[in-house]
């Protein structure tokens, strides 16, 4: 295509020279012989100049054509750059609402134990409201999961019986929507979750951990707590002695280490489940976001405002917005299913095409990274796999514990001069004659600590029994 620009130039340049020298020609005719030459050189040095300003003309045109058809924007630039610019902010956004819900679960773990044993002064203390407030969001979660209706959900028919849920046909079949509670292909699926998918997800990920157990359970805290009240009122001092004693003890120590290491594995697969479902669910800000705007319709999703409850309860206004995964698929797609896209790759002078291999080597190396990083989740779920194998043989350790300790017992006691326990067997005595003689043997031993070759010496004592 340049070429043939160039082309066109010159071919215009050549016309012109010539149409110039016809026209000179049809106004200076060729004097007769006769006649004297007047040379006229003015006209020839204006018709030069008129010639030299169109052929600038020309060349300036001809360059800027050039330059518009090599250099133009492609039409897909401006959509690769507003989806990729924003792109660390919405990473940002997944990995924060990842890190959310693994932290809740942990909580969930570790905090029966404390908020059932607090001791404060009154209940307006910042600590104390902190503490209360997240004990009595993990209760609300569990009784969540705990009640929730399912298609295995008791039911009766019966007329007239709306007493209570389980005796209702208000919501008979409607239950079936939870049942993608406990669907993994409801979790990982779809680009974007609804509603109901959203809070489905988050049942899922409380299922599929057990977030709905508690270590505590069987643990009489209410004493260890009224316990702790009695010490209270002896005293800071006091009270502060009797809790450092209970930590240190080690009964209280070995609970503790396990509930720690279950909760660091259970924690592997609430992390995976958690970062699935986040890249999931719509963006929802509280103020408006332009670029989360721009990048929605960019790709077709039309931005909601909607109201929603926050974690106090309370209804607030949220802007609604694209699925990280959304975006993510639209991204990796878009260019191949638009047939225009394959006419502009076609009709595209050089430097777009480098243009365009250029953004499509930075989202592979983006890629790349992201790959990565989902990697090291793969290899920490498979290392926690491994040791979760080990307990089997770490059960197996502990049954024989004790074998190891009779034996270290009857080493021990050897090494101390105190005989082996003997194996008890049953001897019977004969009568052969009025008069029976019987032998007690004894040791008479003497023992050296310090040497090994020491020998105990059996001596045998003859022992006369009377004759009855």
């Known amino acids: 295509m340049i070429k043939m620009k160039k082309q066109s130039v010159f071919a215009t340049v050549i016309t012109l020279l010539a149409g110039s020298s016809l026209a000179y ?14 040379p006229d050189n003015g006209r020839i040095v204006i018709a030069i100049q008129e010639l030299g300003n169109r052929i600038e003309g020309l060349t300036k045109a001809g360059v800027k054509s050039v330059n518009d058809l090599a250099y133009q924007l492609d039409k897909s630039f401006t959509s690769a750059m507003q989806l990729n610019t924003d792109q660390t902010n919405i990473q940002n956004r997944t990995h924060d609402q990842t890190r959310l819900d693994a932290d809740r679960m942990v909580k969930s773990n570790l905090q029966p134990f404390s908020s059932a044993t607090l001791t404060y002064t009154n209940k307006s203390q910042p600590e104390v409201k902190k503490v209360m407030s997240e004990s009595n969001a993990r209760q609300n979660y569990i009784t969540q999961l705990k009640n929730l209706e399912a298609s295995d959900t008791i039911y009766s028919l019966v007329q007239g019986m709306d007493v209570s849920t389980y005796w ?3 919501n008979i079949g409607a239950p079936g929507l939870n049942d993608d509670a406990f669907n993994f292909s409801a979790l990982i699926e779809p680009e974007v979750y609804s509603p109901d998918q959203i809070k489905n997800s988050q049942n899922f990920i409380g299922y599929a951990a057990r977030q709905y157990q508690s270590y505590t359970d069987g643990l009489n805290l209410s004493q260890l707590h009224n316990a ?9 001092k006091v009270l502060s002695q009797q809790i450092d004693q209970f930590r240190n003890n080690d009964a209280y120590k070995k609970y503790q280490m396990s509930v720690r290491s279950l909760t660091a594995a259970q924690s592997v697969a609430t992390d995976i489940f958690a970062g699935l479902a986040a890249e999931r669910r719509p963006m929802m800000t509280t103020e408006a976001d332009p670029q989360l705007d721009a990048i929605s319709r960019a790709i077709g999703v039309d931005p909601q405002v909607i109201s929603a409850k926050n974690d106090n309860g309370e209804t607030v206004t949220m802007y609604r917005y694209a699925s990280p995964m959304q975006i993510a698929n639209y991204r990796a797609n878009y260019r191949l299913n638009d047939p225009k896209w394959y006419q502009e790759v076609s009709a595209d002078s050089a430097e777009n095409l480098q243009r365009k291999s250029v953004i499509l080597l930075a989202e592979i190396s983006r890629q790349l990274n992201q790959n990565h990083l989902d990697n090291e989740k793969i290899m920490s779920a498979l290392a926690m796999l491994n040791l979760q194998s080990g307990e089997l043989t770490k059960q197996m350790l502990a ?4 074998d190891v300790n009779n034996a270290i017992s009857t080493f021990a006691n050897t090494a101390n001069g105190n005989p082996p326990p003997q194996t008890t067997t049953s001897t019977s005595t004969s009568t052969t004659s009025p008069s029976t003689s019987s032998t007690t043997t004894t040791s008479s031993t003497t023992i050296d600590p310090n040497n090994y070759n020491t020998n105990t010496i059996p001596t045998t004592v003859p022992t006369t029994v009377p004759t009855q």
């Open 168 to 170: 209702t046909k208000k």
């Open 25 to 38: 020609a049809a106004d200076n005719p060729p004097q007769s012989p006769s006649q004297p030459q007047q």
């Open 399 to 402: 049954t024989q514990v004790k």
């Open 228 to 236: 702790l009240l009695k010490y209270q009122q002896q005293g800071v």
